[in-house]
């Protein structure tokens, strides 16, 4: 059983922001080299959506159209953790926010379902106002 483990999140005004990070535990990195790393989030009664996701080594990143130019994904191979910088929050960025993890290569919209990751952390709660 992999488990993530999340940190971060809270309450934030509108505008300001927040880091989210997700530690990976080091025999799954080392176990999956393409390992593709994603954020998704949900609210009640609607289904988790990603947010964004990055590939191996972070040569490629994929955002929702909701959280681009606002928010950032990276990952430190060095440190098996994968973070989320959020900027310029808003209202409706409050959410209950996952971490996801798959040994299989992401392309083109597949990182957006959350169907397609086999690892998750838990949920940390990111509440806007």
């Known amino acids: 059983h992999v488990q993530l483990v999340v940190s971060g999140g809270g309450s934030v005004q509108a505008g300001g922001s927040l880091k989210l990070s997700c530690l990976v535990p080091r025999d799954t990195w080392r176990r999956f080299p393409n390992l593709c790393l994603a954020w998704f989030r949900q609210t009640p009664g609607q289904e988790r959506e990603g947010v964004a996701a990055i590939s191996t080594l972070g040569r490629n990143t994929y955002y929702a159209d909701t959280v681009k130019g606002r928010f950032t994904i990276s990952r430190d191979n060095a440190g098996n953790t994968v973070y989320l910088q959020m900027g310029s929050l808003k209202p409706e960025d409050t959410a209950m926010y996952y971490c996801?993890?798959?040994?299989?290569?992401?392309?083109?919209?597949?990182?957006?379902?959350?169907?397609?990751?086999?690892?998750w952390g838990q949920g940390t709660q990111v509440t806007v106002s």
């Open positions: 996801a993890a798959d040994p299989v290569p992401k392309h083109g919209e597949s990182w957006y379902n959350h169907r397609n990751y086999a690892y």
